[in-house]
């Protein structure tokens, strides 16, 4: 399935035109919604002097679809051409005949003053729903979208781009407002919003600015955006908390010439989506508090046994001692990481060189010094695979110190008397390994996953 900077490469285009054109494909979706119907953005190829291609589709999500399949990337037949070729060059939106079960228009979309492109809307009249008063504003509102499209107000610089979590959409709930904010149609999903607002009264007629307002709580910070909001006078977004909900808007200003005369709201309750952010959030905090508390408790167990080997007198229990505290204040460097991030994957580069430099000293320890270096990229690891691999590594690095060089005085000139190098490098599971290294599959299986293969070497 090509993608549209796929399509757009065969347009004759320039780079803000399709800037423009990627604009509207992102904030399109609400007219498909609004007009019950498919559309569909041509523009003219840059191989062929009388070429169109379909470079974007989009589908309703309110109403039956026109295209089953895939259209993006097809070219224009003869009829359909000729028709493009006349919006685009007088600029003005054209109705062709309908067929027996179609109806086209054609809008051509505006930038600087003239076309780069044309708009598509494709309806199936034998599927067209029975027409109420939701029907009506929603066909309304999309004709006034369409209308902006072809005058080159639409999509507007100012709005946001993208789709966040909590964004509305046409069918979380839609307000028609007049040029005063008053709300001259509510559908019923935005009725059910308000009424979770805690709002009771009838809605027609109302000033939106004073439902919202009057439901804020007492003293709660206002989001400076809002007033131009409730208003429909900026093309912006805003959330609003309450006690009973949390409420997402957008509004989309309808101009007419570039006068405004109204505007149309998107509003959607995302009070669920929110807890469950919030119920994320405090795991994330939890998780994090655990691992602190187990970092703590650690330390104090280190101090401790610390502690105690200084006090005895025979040699291999101050050793065996000494080295159950190196290797708890090992784990204790794991969860100290984990503590202060949110995922459950650790960067074990800074791990493994603290790691390197607190063992080397105490291995060391009395005598001569040892230095410690760091070669290639952990990257990130698994929390589960974080404490084994530090241990591993914790021991690889001790017995280099212990058993390559004597560590017994220390030198004359206080320089190191060798280094340990430890050396990260990642591979496919199907590359060779050397002998007497760590050797793990950190992701996939063994079959063919990622495979981090450590080293530790010494000079001595």
């Known amino acids: 399935m090509p993608t549209l900077r796929d399509v757009l490469g065969r347009a004759s285009l320039s780079r ?3 800037d423009w054109l990627r604009r509207l494909v992102g904030d399109w979706q609400m007219v498909a919604d609004l007009s019950f119907s498919d559309l569909t953005l041509w523009v003219p190829t840059a191989d062929c002097d009388d070429g169109w291609v379909l470079v974007a589709h989009a589908r309703p999500t309110t109403g039956p679809n026109f295209y089953n399949d895939d259209v993006v990337g097809k070219t224009a037949e ?3 051409r000729d028709v493009l070729n006349q919006v685009l060059q007088t600029v003005r939106p054209l109705d062709p005949p309908e067929a027996e079960s179609i109806r086209e228009q054609y809008v051509p979309v505006v930038r600087a003053r003239r076309a780069v492109g044309v708009l598509v809307r494709h309806t199936d009249l034998h599927s067209m729903r029975q027409q109420g008063g939701l029907e009506v504003n929603y066909l309304e509102l999309a004709q006034a979208l369409l209308r902006m499209i072809g005058q080159g107000s639409f999509p507007s610089e100012l709005a946001p781009t993208g789709i966040g979590r909590g964004t509305p959409r046409v069918g979380d709930g839609v307000l028609r407002l007049d040029a005063d904010g008053h709300i001259e149609y509510a559908s019923p999903n935005a009725i059910s919003a308000l009424r979770r607002l805690g709002y009771t009264d009838q809605v027609a007629g109302t000033d939106l600015s004073e ?11 206002l989001d400076e955006t809002m007033p131009l909001v409730l208003t429909g006078r900026a093309p912006w977004g805003t959330e609003i908390e309450t006690v009973r909900i949390n409420l997402t808007m957008r509004a989309v200003p309808l101009l007419d010439g570039g006068t405004r005369y109204g505007a149309m709201l998107l509003l959607r309750d995302v009070s669920e989506l929110r807890r469950r952010e919030r119920e994320l959030l405090t795991k994330d905090a939890t998780i994090r508090e655990i691992h602190h508390r187990v970092k703590n408790n650690l330390q104090t167990v280190s101090a401790l046994l610390r502690l105690q080997s200084r006090r005895l007198d025979d040699p291999g229990a101050k050793q065996a001692l000494q080295e159950a505290g190196r290797r708890v204040s090992t784990v204790a460097l794991v969860h100290d990481t984990l503590s202060q991030g949110f995922d459950e994957t650790v960067l074990f580069d800074e791990i493994a060189v603290r790691i390197a430099r607190a063992t080397v000293e105490v291995a060391s320890q009395g ?11 952990f990257g990130r690891v698994r929390a589960e695979d974080a404490t084994p691999l530090a241990m591993i590594l914790a021991e690889l690095v001790h017995n280099a110190v212990e058993h390559a060089y004597d560590t017994s005085s220390p030198t ?14 990642r591979g496919s599971a199907t590359d060779g390994v050397a002998e007497g290294v760590v050797r793990g599959v950190v992701d996939g299986d063994a079959g063919g996953g990622d495979v981090l293969t450590v080293t530790v070497s010494d000079d001595g």
């Open 16 to 18: 803000a035109d399709a």
């Open 78 to 80: 003869p009829a359909r």
């Open 211 to 221: 439902i919202v307002t009057s439901r804020l709580p007492t003293g709660a910070m």
């Open 367 to 377: 005598g001569a010094r040892v230095s410690a270096g760091h070669r290639g990229s």
């Open 412 to 425: 004359a000139d206080g320089e190191p008397v060798g280094s340990v190098v430890i050396e990260a490098q």
